[in-house]
């Protein structure tokens, strides 16, 4: 097998855009990313979020080009997609824009309660494994037939945006489980289409695209997307998956009662089984995984790498000469803080999952020990405490999970851009008194993605094989056994604090 087979990978992120280029092994050759961003229609700044799909498209053409000229073209064997989940496009007959989402796109919210009583929460429930319906697909049609029913009667086709991206490619249609899963009209049991949800909401069936396998050949690059994003015509187009289980894909998440952490801009929690899950509760989701033989259930931790940014780059070491600069001081000064953080709470975004109950009016706060004094305020004490914070919320869904299904995970697959941060990962490890194992490569979506690349280039025979070669990982982590009895302490702490935000306010 050549190490010069290399595969493209494209990932249309919440923040942006890129382009990430792999070889066989599962090393990166060459990488580029675009930042992008959002509007809201004027009054509905809160709820509605849109993107312009020709900016998107002419942003991630811009990254393909970049590192095509990093490597050789000739040697790309296939290209592949992910992204974000729920994020969505309307298109008319004729393939014109009528709409683009992203996935905190919650206007159907609006006619939430109507919606509701129409579909019915035990059935779509027992269909989907999801609820409530505010931002997957129904919610948005609604929305536009109600509120622009002249776009609403024009819909003709509707793609995820990792659909979108291989047809742009390609010009072909083609959908996968893991993203079909979060339009709530995909019947989770038979890995389709539901028919009696596509009824009840008046779309047609030819409206989506056809359902393959993470993996599957989904059609050639065409000569337009050669003009356009410079990769060569007739390269192999191979159906991805959402970003969340291709970042598992690449953690080797293989078999069941394996919990995996994606630590990005927010925090998906997610244990592997066997069959699907239903809450009674409706707090969690199941989900398809990329591998045939397993679903995922969830109980998402909310933001994480978007809380410890926000602190860094807005309110850390400004006098600093560049960001990395301001990382590296504010975790050696979490370093320096003692577990528990000398008793400073961080509640700034991180989540207990349930959106059945939503508190739009729940506050951000830190809390300091009284009387806040340097050793026990400063700047250490807030960076350690956010870090906490989050592997307090990782603690608290992983309990949810395991209430549900009655089944502790066997072992810990941490990956992610925070996982950088040496200090986060002891914190996870000893939250959880359990041993973590940190997948090496950073861009861990992207080469989840990549390894489905290699299954369509027929590279590696099968998924599970191209995980086991291509992925990698760091010395596995183990808890710091004098930090234990302080976490599952300050856990309790940050647990009552979160309970009464989330009820008082």
């Not at 394996?258 to 969690?284: E, I, R």
């Not at 602190?311 to 400004?318: D, I, K, L, M, N």
Request: with cysteine; aromatic share 8%; hydrophobic share 40%.
């Amino acid at each position: 097998m050549s190490r010069e087979e290399l595969l493209l990978t494209i990932d249309a992120g919440s923040g942006g855009g890129r382009a990430v280029v792999f070889n066989s092994r599962g090393e990166i050759k060459a990488r580029a990313y675009r930042a992008w961003g959002y509007k809201s229609p004027p009054g509905m700044e809160i709820i509605c979020q849109e993107f312009d799909p020709r900016e998107y498209w002419q942003k991630i053409c811009e990254c393909t080009k970049e590192v095509l000229k990093k490597v050789d073209p000739k040697k790309i064997k296939a290209v592949s997609s992910t992204s974000m989940r729920q994020g969505c496009l309307f298109l008319d007959k004729d393939g014109n824009y009528l709409y683009a989402g992203p996935n905190r796109d919650v206007r159907g919210i609006v006619y939430a309660l109507e919606l509701e009583e129409e579909m019915g929460k035990d059935r779509v429930y027992s269909i989907t494994f999801r609820w409530p319906p505010w931002m997957f697909v129904p919610s948005r049609l609604r929305w536009f037939a109600e509120e622009k029913p002249e776009v609403r009667e024009k819909v003709a086709t509707i793609l995820m945006l990792n659909d979108w991206v291989l047809y742009m490619l390609s010009g072909e249609k083609v959908g996968e489980p893991t993203n079909a899963c979060e339009t709530m009209l995909y019947d989770l049991h038979q890995k389709d289409w539901s028919d009696e949800l596509l009824e009840k909401i008046g779309l047609p069936r030819s409206a989506l695209p056809r359902i393959e396998k993470p993996g599957a050949v989904a059609g050639k690059v065409t000569a337009r997307a050669e003009k356009e994003a410079g990769i060569p015509k007739g390269t192999l187009v191979v159906t991805g998956g959402a970003d969340s289980q291709a970042a598992l894909v690449a953690c080797q998440q293989t078999k069941p009662l394996q919990l995996g952490l994606v630590a990005g801009t927010t925090l998906p929690v997610m244990m592997s089984m066997d069959q699907p899950f239903a809450d009674p509760s409706y707090k969690l989701w199941s989900h398809c995984h990329m591998f045939d033989d397993l679903y995922l259930i969830e109980s998402q931790a909310g933001d994480a790498g978007k809380i410890f940014r926000g602190y860094v780059e807005g309110h850390f070491g400004r006098g600093m000469k560049s960001p990395d600069e301001r990382y590296e001081e504010a975790v050696k000064l979490a370093e320096q803080t003692p577990p528990g953080s000398a008793g400073t709470r961080a509640l700034l975004g991180t989540l207990v999952w349930d959106l059945t109950n939503p508190n739009p009016n729940k506050p951000a706060a830190l809390l300091f020990p009284f009387p806040a004094e340097a050793d026990t305020a400063g700047p250490g004490n807030v960076a350690r405490a956010i870090l906490e914070a989050i592997a307090y919320a990782v603690k608290a869904n992983l309990l949810q999970i395991i209430e549900l299904t009655g089944q502790k995970p066997e072992s810990v697959l941490l990956c992610g851009g925070m996982t950088r941060i040496k200090l986060f990962n002891q914190i996870v490890a000893s939250v959880l008194n359990q041993p973590c194992r940190i997948a090496s490569c950073k861009e861990a979506s992207a080469l989840g993605i990549a390894m489905a690349g290699a299954v369509g280039a027929k590279i590696y025979p099968d998924l599970h094989t191209a995980s086991k070669e291509m992925g990698g990982f760091d010395p596995e982590v183990e808890p710091v056994s004098d930090w234990l009895d302080e976490y599952e302490s300050s856990y309790d702490v940050w647990r009552e604090n979160y309970d009464k935000f989330e009820k008082e306010w």
